[in-house]
């Protein structure tokens, strides 16, 4: 049994949104304000409770009303209007359509049915999906609709009485204007957390299920031994030993602590193995009794002395508590030994907090999965104890880890991905599941985990259809389909963007935006003409932009991959001129009728019919595709030689190394004792004529390209560089495109942007 799914409606920018949720782990990615922080706290909101639907109030994350979707006030203000002159029925409808609600899909099979028998919907149920609906609603609408109504006639009595004792009348406004406003103050005390059966013959239903009208929500809370809820949130409040105001109670020897209470203390619920320990502790506390009267005998005598205590006064007598629990209580009780030898002493030893931050958070958090996993299996002492909270012990535990990269080095960061599930599930039994939920902005912790494991958050700006901004969920295992149905051409193709993602650029899933680049010299050299040529305040600089090379011949693997993500994509590519009849590369000239090797171009946007000529003549920015632009080697019209007056002539480059030298020849052409590549291009600038020129140019693409990158870095100030033209023009499309989909709230100010709602 497991949790199949989560449908999140109405929570902050989760307008409507689907995560699906792997049987192991589950990898939430995407760029800054995605979403993902607020799908993380919509579960831990709706699910980590302590059994009961309506403690809302005492939960670890209480509701706001800034966790409804801002669109959605419009609304609900529209109807606390009606209620002014009834114009509107007391409806439930619409509030279950506004209001936050987290659809929960469970897999069960037959076997489950003590655990999932109220879930059942009707009697046809032979296994499958089950479906429960907590929905965040008012307790009582019509108790809601009598409080709000007073509380607002009477600031509307009281504003109305203040201007009719006073000349003029003045535009003051008084709480509670609407229902929002309302709300703000009341809403803990007006809502509860709603659940409700669905229907799972319509689990497939793009839209969330309507609840039918008169529906009772159930009485309890529908996940009582079903599920346990451990969560590890992002602020895990590590301190600085010297800071004044450290929040002291978060070290690991509070977790230690609290664990040893759980699970180990001898004094509870004693057996036979504990008596050696309570004995010792037993002697321990005697003779320290008999110490202390010892040590206050003189003073306890001239209290005596004193008169006291008289014949019918208790004697005074001191004894000693000596309790494991309050030995780990406090900062030194975890110390860290920088020594090898375990023979030697521990002189050589620091308390815990003088612990760097990032090994102390990987320990805690390591701790915290041990702990998690062993309150829920009832480990030690606490599997002695059986109340209403300790029930039987649930068959799934599902554990959300918020950021866990916070305050660990890279490595690090992959060492606790790798192993975090290993910990929750050792020495469980097989019957019982986990599932991990991550949510991160770590390129290192996305590269650990299989590539079907992760979750992308997709932006989506405001529209018509949508006033506020939202996000959508990508399931990046069915990106290509399903795999039952692949060919085994695009199997290959899914298992390679797999691995070449997972070892290379995992990075993409966290930026705004792409840029594909066939080789090493452009990979090397782009982020230098982004730095100096579009270093404007919010300009591309200012921009998360992931440069991946991925040559030529596999840029268009990665189409279905990049129309998914819809992240505004540059592909800078070459033409790869050849020749039609012998299928071999060629030196770029018109009217040849060579065509273009480009699989980008030809794949991916359907070139493969055009010669290059027509390439050539195509408009500026014709290879345009929804989110997605290709540019490539146009003609640069040079003068040659660069001292000579003559007309303009067109030369065709046929890489991104020889179109550099072309829009820079006469920097290169000064340039002292250039060496490698860059050598064999200057001396290509040297010929008399510009057909010689490019001849040369052409056969010295021959050798290592990214070593003229190299070269170029190493003779030549980057700021000096003239961009080539074509990927200038791309480059000023990619800035355009950003700051486009930036502007999150079409025709607004820009001040209005700030506005994340996440």
Known sequence: MKISSVDIQNFRKLKCCHIGLGKEETVFVGSNNS??????????????????????????????????????????????????????????????RLCPSIDIWIEANSDDINYVCHLIPNLKWQGGDLGVRLAYLPKDLKRLKENYLLEYRAAQDAVKDHNSKVSESTNIELWPRNINEYLDRKLASEFEIKAFLLDPEKINESIPQLIPV??????????????????????????????????????????????????LNPSDLPCEKDLEALKSIDEAKTQFDRKLEDAFGGALGEVKGLGYPGFSDPDIRLSSRIDPVDGLDHSSSVIFNIQRSEEESLELSLPEKYNGLGYKNLIFMIFRLISFRDG???????????????????????????????HLHAQVQQVFIRKAYEVLRKNVSSHLSTQLLVSTHSSNIAHEVDFNKLRY????????????????????????????????????????????????????????????????????????????????????????????????????????????????????????????????????????????????????????????DELLDLERLAAIKGNVCAVYQKGIYVKFPPDCPQTQREAIPYTFEDAIVLSNISLLKDLESPTGMLKKMQEGLSKDNLSECTKALYD???????????????????????????????LVWLENKLTEMSNEYPEQKSSVMEISNE
């Not at 706001?64 to 002014?84: C, M």
């Not at 966290?510 to 230098?528: C, Q, Y």
């Not at 290592?704 to 080539?724: G, I, R, S, W, Y």
Request: some cysteine; proline content about 4%; glycine content about 6%.
């Open 35 to 96: 979403g993902k922080t607020s799908a993380s706290d919509a579960l831990i909101k709706f699910l980590d409770k302590k059994r009961s639907l309506s403690n809302t109030e005492n939960s670890n994350r209480a509701f706001y009303t800034s966790d409804f979707t801002l669109s959605n006030w419009k609304q609900l203000n529209v109807i606390a209007e009606s209620w002014l002159d009834n114009s509107q029925d007391d409806s439930w409808d619409e509030w279950h």
């Open 214 to 263: 008169g529906s009772e929500p159930l009485e309890s809370y529908p996940f009582s031994g079903l599920f346990k809820v451990d969560v590890i949130e992002a602020q895990r409040g590590f301190y600085d030993p010297d800071a004044s105001n450290s929040n002291k109670s978060t070290g690991l020897s509070s977790q230690l602590n609290e664990y040893y209470k759980k699970h």
């Open 376 to 406: 829920w299996q009832r480990v030690g002492k606490l599997g002695k104890r059986r109340s209403e909270v300790d029930i039987a012990i649930e068959p799934i535990h599902l554990v959300l880890i918020e950021e866990p990269e916070a």
């Open 457 to 612: 958050f997709k932006r989506i700006p405001a529209s018509l259809d949508c006033s506020i901004p939202t996000s959508k969920v990508v399931d990046l295992s069915g990106v290509f389909g399903d795999s039952k149905n692949l060919s085994k051409a695009e199997l290959q193709t899914a298992k390679f963007v797999a691995r070449y993602i997972k070892t290379t650029h995992c990075d993409l899933f966290f930026s705004n935006g792409v840029v594909l680049v066939e080789g090493a010299a452009e990979r090397m050299l782009i982020p230098h003409f982004i730095k100096y040529k579009f270093n404007k305040e919010k300009g591309l600089n200012s921009s998360y932009i992931s440069i991946l090379e991925v040559g030529g011949a596999h840029a268009h693997r990665l189409k279905s991959l990049i129309e998914s993500l819809d992240l505004p994509t540059l592909i800078v590519t070459d033409t790869d001129a050849k020749d039609p009849k012998t299928g071999t590369k060629a030196q770029p000239k018109r009217k040849k009728r060579y065509v273009s090797g480009s699989d980008t171009l030809n794949k991916w946007f359907g070139f493969e019919n055009k010669t290059l």
């Open 700 to 730: 010295a693409l021959s050798g290592e390209k990214a070593k003229m990158a190299l070269d170029l870095l190493f003779d030549v100030d980057p700021k000096q560089l003239e961009v080539p033209k074509y990927i200038y023009d791309g």
